[in-house]
């Protein structure tokens, strides 16, 4: 079994889809950050077989849950205090977000108003379908 | 302060005052003459129209108000790299409400985010025409008398038609629609159309080939233009031509009240023999545009006659 150090503050994102870390890795901006952070890739899980576990060492605010609610709103996201698991936040698929996908239609004004922020809606929850605020078109 | 983007920003309550003042404008214009006297409407054409501007010009005119504006993006700022939101805290100095008919999608709402004054829509690409769908709605209502009970033909190019997908829209608000869709099978209606709003709704409709099948059970047939382009053969296109041009025959088959609508302009799917059956409405209509104009403009401004 690998072994990761546990976190005192910070938070775990657990029940990632194996292979997704990546991806909310490069979403969520972690990067950027100066502190610890740890991908556990291809943990075994026996509700998922296979799934992907990231930690971040600090507070809530390192993390926009509204993005990460939008990649994948099945993760578990644990906040972590004095080294145990004080609360689990669900997360929902966020009305709206911004900056986070860019819309492609080459007819939306985003496509020659360089600043215009890209804003989605959510315009269909059950089929978590996305429309541009601006030309409704469907993000795919 | 509101602004028209999309034809559903009114509800059906909102739209029925709004019909009511149009058709009180039409009855006694000579009352309205002069409540916009001393406002200026903005006409921001960023491609070019013929009728919808004209159409706003006359409106404002008809209220007593000026209008200044542009006709094209090389008459404007935008050739010079001017955005969209610049040009509209620009037009807001000048001028007390906006039209803005824009070539990409969604530009008109992001004026009304940065404007302090009331912006309509007048067309942005093939998204919305909202003025387009209530003079549509207001010349059905004073035609018919009501927007519900009836059963409404679509025909022509259903795909890409916006105007036929924001009347779809609009109409589905009121009971008892039924709509026939006429078209060829390429350019059959958007299936988000299809499934979001007419099986969603719960809507009655049938899709068919056939103009002259559907002629006799119409109350409201609304034509639009079936272009070469949109077929993907050449055969295809041959077969189906002569089938989606209205004319005396096709005519004879309709109901006697039945009003035939156009967004025009028309190139050969209405033929001019039918010009003068007193079923084609469809100049009536571009007449009903500019009191549905003059009405949202004074509704927009808050303005009403002393």
Same mark, same amino acid.
């Given at each position: 079994?690998?072994?990761?150090?546990?976190?005192?503050?910070?938070?775990?994102?657990?029940?990632?889809?194996?292979?997704?870390?990546?991806?909310?890795?490069?979403?969520?901006?972690?990067?950027?950050?100066?502190?610890?952070?740890?991908?556990?890739?291809?943990?075994?899980?026996?509700?998922?077989?296979?799934?992907?576990?990231?930690?971040?060492?600090?507070?809530?605010?390192?993390?926009?849950?509204?993005?990460?609610?939008?990649?994948?709103?099945?993760?578990?996201?644990?906040?972590?205090?004095?080294?145990?698991?004080?609360?689990?936040?669900?997360?929902?698929?966020?009305?709206?977000?911004?900056?986070?996908?860019?819309?492609?239609?080459?007819?939306?004004?985003?496509?020659?108003?360089?600043?215009?922020?890209?804003?989605?809606?959510?315009?269909?929850?059950?089929?978590?379908?996305?429309?541009?605020?601006?030309?409704?078109?469907?993000?795919? | 302060?509101?602004?028209?983007?999309?034809?559903?920003?009114?509800?059906?309550?909102?739209?029925?005052?709004?019909?009511?003042?149009?058709?009180?404008?039409?009855?006694?214009? /000579?009352?309205?003459?002069?409540?916009?006297?001393?406002?200026?409407?903005?006409?921001?054409?960023?491609?070019?129209?013929?009728?919808?501007?004209?159409?706003?010009?006359?409106?404002?005119?008809?209220?007593?108000?000026?209008?200044?504006?542009?006709?094209?993006?090389?008459?404007?700022?935008?050739?010079?790299?001017?955005?969209?939101?610049? @040009?509209?805290?620009?037009?807001?100095?000048?001028? $007390?409400?906006?039209?803005? &008919?824009?070539?990409?999608?969604?530009? %008109?709402?992001?004026?009304?985010? #940065?404007?302090?004054?009331?912006?309509?829509?007048?067309?942005?690409?093939? #998204?919305?025409? %909202? @003025?387009?769908?209530?003079?549509?709605?207001?010349?059905?209502?004073?035609?018919? =008398?009501?927007?519900?009970? +009836?059963?409404?033909?679509?025909? =022509?190019?259903?795909?890409?038609?916006? @105007?036929?997908?924001?009347?779809?829209?609009?109409?589905? &608000?009121?009971?008892?629609?039924?709509?026939?869709?006429?078209? %060829?099978?390429?350019?059959?209606?958007?299936?988000?159309?299809?499934?979001?709003?007419? /099986?969603?709704?719960?809507?009655?409709?049938?899709?068919?080939?056939?103009?002259?099948?559907?002629?006799?059970?119409?109350?409201?047939?609304? +034509?639009? &233009?079936?272009?070469?382009?949109?077929?993907?053969?050449?055969?295809?296109?041959?077969?189906?031509?002569?089938?989606?041009?209205?004319?005396?025959?096709?005519?004879?088959? =309709?109901?006697?009240?039945?009003?035939?609508? #156009?967004?025009?302009?028309?190139?050969?799917?209405?033929? @001019?023999?039918?010009? $003068?059956?007193?079923?084609?409405?469809?100049?009536?209509?571009? &007449?009903?545009?500019?009191?549905?104009?003059?009405?949202?403009?004074?509704?927009?401004?808050?303005?009403?006659?002393?």
């Amino acid at each position: 079994m690998l072994n990761i150090s546990g976190l005192e503050e910070g938070i775990v994102l657990d029940h990632i889809p194996a292979g997704k870390s990546m991806d909310i890795y490069k979403h969520l901006g972690l990067g950027h950050l100066d502190c610890q952070v740890a991908i556990i890739k291809n943990a075994r899980s026996a509700k998922m077989g296979r799934k992907d576990i990231i930690k971040i060492e600090g507070g809530l605010d390192t993390v926009d849950l509204n993005v990460l609610g939008f990649i994948e709103h099945k993760i578990t996201v644990n906040i972590i205090r004095n080294g145990e698991i004080a609360e689990k936040k669900t997360l929902r698929l966020p009305k709206k977000i911004t900056n986070v996908i860019r819309c492609k239609n080459p007819r939306c004004i985003t496509s020659i108003e360089q600043e215009l922020p890209h804003i989605f809606n959510l315009t269909d929850e059950e089929h978590k379908i996305y429309r541009c605020m601006y030309c409704e078109e469907k993000y795919k | 302060m509101r602004h028209l983007i999309s034809p559903l920003d009114f509800s059906v309550e909102e739209l029925d005052t709004l019909m009511d003042l149009a058709n009180d404008i039409e009855k006694n214009p /000579e009352k309205y003459a002069h409540v916009c006297d001393g406002r200026i409407l903005a006409t921001l054409f960023y491609e070019p129209s013929t009728r919808t501007r004209l159409s706003f010009e006359s409106a404002m005119n008809r209220l007593g108000g000026k209008v200044i504006g542009f006709s094209s993006a090389a008459a404007s700022s935008a050739a010079k790299g001017e955005s969209v939101t610049d @040009t509209i805290r620009m037009a807001s100095c000048y001028a $007390d409400i906006c039209a803005m &008919r824009h070539p990409k999608e969604g530009a %008109p709402l992001v004026a009304s985010l #940065h404007s302090s004054i009331p912006v309509i829509n007048a067309g942005d690409g093939g #998204h919305q025409h %909202p @003025t387009q769908t209530l003079t549509d709605l207001l010349t059905i209502r004073s035609l018919k =008398g009501r927007l519900g009970g +009836m059963t409404v033909g679509l025909c =022509g190019d259903l795909k890409f038609g916006r @105007t036929v997908h924001s009347l779809i829209n609009a109409l589905v &608000r009121y009971t008892g629609i039924r709509f026939v869709l006429i078209s %060829p099978n390429e350019l059959r209606i958007p299936s988000y159309i299809r499934d979001n709003v007419l /099986e969603a709704g719960h809507i009655p409709y049938t899709e068919m080939e056939n103009l002259e099948d559907a002629m006799p059970e119409l109350d409201i047939l609304y +034509m639009t &233009r079936v272009q070469r382009e949109r077929f993907f053969n050449e055969e295809e296109y041959i077969r189906m031509k002569d089938c989606y041009i209205l004319d005396k025959a096709k005519m004879a088959l =309709g109901k006697e009240d039945m009003c035939v609508l #156009h967004p025009l302009p028309r190139v050969n799917e209405i033929s @001019t023999e039918v010009d $003068d059956d007193p079923r084609a409405v469809y100049f009536r209509q571009a &007449r009903y545009g500019v009191y549905i104009r003059m009405a949202l403009i004074m509704t927009l401004l808050e303005v009403s006659p002393c």
